[in-house]
């Protein structure tokens, strides 16, 4: 059994900072792509961020020059440094991770529980 759990959400005013960290833990044998994505109230689920097991990154157009993912192999730790919060990032914010566990073929989709970011204006 694998699990994601993430930490660092909270409120914060907008121009502020926040880091969301996210580490997988349980029979892992190897994570593929890590990823951050948000849904809003009353809005569907979108992509916010991607990094590859080589560190290759993708942004959704609305958080670029914002937002940086990173990840730490040695920790199955995945982060989103977010900078110039606005209000319209305020959102529940998941991390995703693609795991082929001990014993297992392939890789699956795992997320976590979510964590609330809220940016007041």
């Known amino acids: 059994q694998v699990q994601l759990e993430e930490s660092g959400g909270g409120l914060v005013q907008a121009g502020g900072s926040l880091r969301l960290s996210c580490a997988a833990s349980g029979s892992i044998f190897s994570i593929n792509g890590m990823g951050w994505h948000r849904q809003a109230p009353g809005k569907q689920r979108e992509l916010v961020a991607l990094?590859?097991?080589?560190?290759?990154?993708n942004y959704a157009d609305s958080v670029k020059g914002r937002f940086t993912i990173s990840r730490d192999n040695a920790k199955n730790t995945v982060y989103l440094q977010m900078n110039s919060l606005k209000p319209e990032d305020t959102a529940v914010y998941y991390c995703?991770?693609?795991?082929?566990?001990?014993?297992?073929?392939?890789?699956?989709?795992?997320w976590g529980q979510g964590t609330q970011v809220t940016v007041s204006s």
């Open positions: 995703n991770a693609n795991v082929m566990a001990y014993g297992s073929l392939r890789y699956l989709s795992f």
């Open positions: 990094i590859s097991s080589g560190g290759s990154t």
